[in-house]
């Protein structure tokens, strides 16, 4: 049963070839770039598409990129169709879809257009690509038409008779009266007549338009036809004379610009007049001769141009140019002797010619073909001068109906004898009737109709999941059967011998292949022009998915236009059309609830689980539960996915059982899905996550011996409120906020309480911060029983937990690790992780033990709870609530920087508010500036030090030696980050920036031996400064290498040191050793070992050595300094060799800066982390420091004696330098004072001592 739109249904008509009504279809020929072009209509005149193209060009003015796509796009033969109606044109332009393009301006003033497209730039009134291409391919066309007609001479001047004259040679006949017999040549007129070259059709133009002044000289045209060939036209300026009758005037021979600017001069030349002139004087022989030469289509041209114009002659007689052209019919009767006899006639508006009462017994007319025909211009087509004084144009047909007809007598019209008739019938007249009106006055002749083909698709299933398409055309004739083609029937067909011929449409049915070819097309995600050339239109086989896109999304669009069979009868490839619906239900108890999801198309049903998996494989369909298909909701996933992810990795690990953490997914997925059903208690477990920011401070355990600030019982209160409800949580206050406290005090309550049941609660730190912790629950939890778990006896500490006598148990990172089996044999009473970005590489050691635990309440602390990539923030959830954040995987994929590329930032933006507002509820953060606003500011600076020109020259060695290697890894990386032989190069070059010593190459380490580095006398005059003043300081590296060599160079100059990194054995010793009043005024830190969990609060400047790609980890060490018991002003200053990597290292301290604000606060930025392009332009040389082979190296000076002289001179820069640089810092650091604790200094720093090795170049530059 045939399935069929409305809009589909035709009224199949019959209908003659050439009939007025019916728009003349051409189709492109060889010349460029009209191929594939379809013409539609009829053409405007050269000077009118010339000046429309003019304006175009002169609209889009500045713009001219629009105007080179224009014309590319022309070029590249775009525009598919231009269908012209008088003066207006429609067009349309493959893009990157079908744009449809109007065109349309005023009568004869093309340069008063008014243009629209589709396409989105149009819409905002601008001109378009499109519209330059729509104007510039039907500029082509009409200068094509007009080089045809050029190479089609039909004849020369037509004498005032046409009726004796004659076309061509006499054609040998073996039968009289011009007939034909089985087998000989055609004769003349009907060879012509099935000539297949067309004229292309006249344009329809309107007469003239501006208002006439008889007082006024005007130019008249005096056609000649006859007199000569080619045909003369005489110009003249003629007036009115006496008497109210024109006079001749003078004739105009001179027809260039330059006589025109003349004649402009001498009488006002209407805008017409002007075209016509200027088009004659195009047409000028070059021969020498004043008058034009003509071809068929250029007189015709001219002609048209004329109608335009005042005053128009034929021999000197007025004429008038009609607009609407003479038709002409063929007719065909009986004749003597059984034979057809053929002759034309016009067609009058009545529609017979004969009044007699039999038609069949019409004879020709004795007055000839065309009555009062006086003149016959042999233009392209042709017009007749007849004796009313009219012009008129012929149709192409009529025009070579005249030319072949007028030069038959009347007793000497053709035949086709009796013999001939049936072969005639069967191979002539089928083309014949169809090309040219026709009346049949006999009974041997079948009529010919073209009626509009009807497309049809029959759709079968030859093998599973494969899909044949059948593609044929209707031909319906009124009151008759209806006829079907396919690709091998005739050109024209029948159903019976006495039904009329139906004469097919292969521009129609073109059409609709192109249209169901463009469908398949889009059912594979490909453009029309990447599908296979040897492809069948007419019988295509889809499979797999493409079929069901196919009968999906393409086969609802061509209903419009094709009758569809088959599709009903399909039992593998059934599809269920439109979107898919989501559906969720929720049933809860206490402390848990169940949450079902599922996918309806229609009244089928689909899985949650079936649905993702399609879209994980890039499908575009999924099988419902009855075996049918739809679509995948790719758009709702794009925004939604990862929430339904996360569902159900939950259901798949936890079960139908939810905790009822997850109830912020589910009250996510209430918004999202169609269809939400959840229950009372559901209603309250979403209730009680919006509770956190208002809930009732808790009383303060009595054995606490601290007084806590506000905001540190409120950390306190949140903490017990998660407890309470079963939740973990991030706390993840700024550093120095006194977390290790908040978390000492909950665990105090707990035990009060009795909520702990005599199970312990066990705390993993780093090894730096076991001792904080161990100091800070003596001092202000004395009631606690702690024991630290370590040392060779610490199993013994396992075994007394029995007894129930120890309530916290203190461990560190690798110990967790060591005795991971051991440690998760225990069910804890809750579990702490300080400085928890310990684990935030789920796939470590640490992690996955940590993961392993068993405990009521899991917590996490952390003052940088993101550091490298938000599965940062996964890795610690997951240890806090396993599931909230579903898969890691996925939760990478869905919210990672590494897949933003891959996402729509409206849509990455919209999942990124999301999870902060998931998480809200169980991430408790204040920054000092928020809470502590009394702790003293905090001032950060930066001091660039110049390189020696030897420090220049080893970095830039370094540089170019491994240059080859990483542009080669670079080419090699397939994930897009760095390989490890790139961050090995990397290293390298950090190292050249901060000494030359650090590097494993000779030449470096002999000039680190000798002349040491600028960075590091930079650090000895600042600490010589720092230490004269009474302040003690942090120096950090990430280089216990560099801490060596730091070390060494303080230890010559008389700077006590202490010193603390990973071979250190009793942490809390240094500690103490620096904070006592008389200890040590430098105290050297490795970044790893140092950076968090001290509390070294005698310090109040911290130096880095050298800048770490995370601003979180140094943020961390500046806060050893800057924390709660702070009373000074803290100053920090980074280091940062001028014009080497480090300065790239700082920049990309704000990307990362930017990471975290928008995953964790409300920041509004997301950048990538470090790439392979971005190590690689590290690489580059710089014109600050060119290749190592463009430094010139000065040779070493003998080092010059130290004395006396030269501590004088050093106190002496050190007070300049107290003088000009700390003392105006100082000012402007106390006239800026502000709320924030961080800023950075604009003021110059204490300069670098000039040596040597630096020829003495070396100086302080601004910090940045």
Known sequence: MARKSRNSKRRNRGRRRGSPNQDKVLLGTEAQPLDGTRIIGTLPPLPITTRLLDRVRRRIGSEDFVWQRGVKYAEDKRVAYLKIRGDHVEAGVNGSRRYLVSIAW????????????????????????????????????????????????????????LMMRNLGPNVELRRPRGGIVAGSALPVWLAVLLDTEEAPPPPNEDGPTIPLNPNEPWISYDLLPGAADPM??????????????????????????????????????????HLALTYLGARKSTTGKDEPAWDGGSLDRILRLLAHTRDVRIHGEAVRIAKTPIQLRLVVSDFEEDSLRFWIEPIHETGTNDESPDPKNRIPAASGPLPGLRHYIPANPGWVHLSDGSLHPLTNEGTRLLRTFGAFELDKLPTVANEDVDRFREREWPLLASRY???????????????????????????????????????????????????????????????PLIERNPEDEAQYLAQLLQAVAASREIESAELDTEMDPWNIVLSGEDALSFLAEQLPLLESDFSIYGDENLSRLRVNRGDMGTNARVSSEMDWFDLKLGFTAGEQLASASAVLKAWHKKRRFVQMQDGSYAQVPTKWLERYGMLLEEAEHARETLGSRLPKYLASLGAALEDAVDNFQGDDRFEQLKNMLSYPEHLDAITVPRGMKAELRDYQKQGFTWLCWLSDQGYGGCLADDMGLGKTLQALTYILREKEEGNAAGKPVLVVAPTSVVFNWQQEAKRFCPTLNLAVYQGTNRKKILDTLEKGKTDIILTSYPLLRIDSEQLSSIHWHAVFLDESQHVKNADSQTAKSAYRLKSDHNFVMTGTPLENRLDDVWSQFHFTMPGFLGRRKSFARNYGVRSAGQIKPEILKDRLSGLRERIKPFILRRLKEEVAKELPERTEMILHVPLSTEEQHIYATVRDAYRAQVYGAMEKSTKGGPSLTMLEALLRLRQASCHPGLLPFEEAKELGARAGSSKLRTVIDTLEEIISEGHKALVFSQWTSLLDLTQSALKKSKI??????????????????????????????SLKAGGTGLNLTAADYVIHLDPWWNPAIEAQANDRAH???????????????????EEKVVELQKHKKALFDAAINDGKQLEDLLTAEEVASFFEPT????????????????????????????????????????????????????????????????????????????????PS
């Open 232 to 273: 003369p036209i005489e110009v003249r300026v003629a007036r009115m004379g006496p008497g109210m009758r024109p006079t001749r005037g003078k004739r105009i021979y001179e027809m260039d610009n330059l006589s025109l600017r003349e004649l402009s001069n001498e009488m006002d030349v209407l805008p017409e007049d």
């Open 1123 to 1141: 924390r709660i018991g702070q009373t000074r002003p803290v100053f920090v200053i980074k280091l940062v060799s001028a014009n080497t990597v």
């Open 1183 to 1262: 014109e600050a420091i060119p290749e190592a082979s463009e430094i010139e190296v000065p040779k070493p000076e003998p080092k010059p004696k130290t004395g006396k002289s030269d501590a004088v001179r050093r106190r002496r820069s050190r007070r300049g330098r107290r003088d000009g640089g700390k003392g105006k810092a100082a000012a402007e650091s106390k006239e800026a004072k502000a709320p924030k604790d961080t800023k950075e200094s604009a003021e110059s720093t204490p300069a670098v001592k000039p040596s040597a090795a630096d020829d003495g170049n070396t100086q302080a530059h601004d």
């Open 106 to 161: 005023p009568s004869a003033s093309p340069e008063r257009f008014e243009g629209r497209c589709t396409c989105p730039f149009a819409r905002k009134g601008s001109t378009c690509k499109h519209m330059v291409a729509a104007a510039m391919t039907l500029w082509f066309a009409t200068q094509k038409a007009e080089e045809d007609d050029a190479n089609k001479e039909l004849s020369g001047a037509a004498e005032p008779s």
């Open 1056 to 1085: 006590r040191t202490t010193r603390l990194d990973g071979s250190t054995k009793d942490r809390g010793a240094v500690v103490e050793q620096f904070q006592s009043e008389d200890g040590p005024p430098v105290f050297l830190l």
């Open 437 to 499: 009106p026709a009346e049949i006055l006999t009974d041997r002749l079948p009529n010919v109709l073209a009626p509009r083909p009807e497309p049809r698709l029959y759709l079968t299933e030859p093998e599973d999941m494969s899909l044949a398409v059948r593609a044929s055309f209707a031909y319906t004739v009124p009151a008759g059967d209806t006829v079907e083609a396919g690709p091998d029937s005739p050109h024209f067909l029948k159903s019976s011998d006495t039904e």
